[in-house]
Nanobody, 122 residues
Framework: QVQLVESGGGLVQAGGSLRLSCAAS????????MTWYRQAPGKQRELVAR???????NYADSVKGRFTISRDNAKNTVYLQMNSLKPEDTDVYYC????????????????WGQGTQVTVSS
């Protein structure tokens, strides 16, 4: 059983910073891409940032220069450092990871965290 647990959300004033974390646990053999998404009520989930197993990154245009994604492979954890936050960054943030696990056999699948609320006040 693989789980992703997020932490680090909260309330911050515009211009402030937050750091989100997402730790994967379970019968993990390796992790491919790790991705942060966000979603507002009634809207589609949108990709915020992605990092490959090799460390290549890509970002949504709306967060380039303000957000930084990183990962610690030894800890099976992905981070999202969010600086210069704006009210429009207010959303529930979800992490996603493509994971190869092994119980009785090898399985590759996408897993999601439970979501963490980020609220930016003006």
């Amino acid at each position: 059983q693989v789980q992703l647990v997020e932490s680090g959300g909260g309330l911050v004033q515009a211009g402030g910073s937050l750091r989100l974390s997402c730790a994967a646990s379970g019968s993990i053999r390796s992790i491919n891409d790790m991705t942060w998404y966000r979603q507002a009520p009634g809207k589609q989930r949108e990709l915020v940032a992605r990092i490959t197993s090799g460390g290549s990154t890509n970002y949504a245009d709306s967060v380039k220069g303000r957000f930084t994604i990183s990962r610690d492979n030894a800890k099976n954890t992905v981070y999202l450092q969010m600086n210069s936050l704006k009210p429009e960054d207010t959303d529930v943030y979800y992490c996603n990871a493509n994971i190869i696990s092994y119980t009785l056999r090898f399985t590759i699948d996408d897993y999601w965290g439970q979501g963490t609320q980020v609220t930016v006040s003006s």
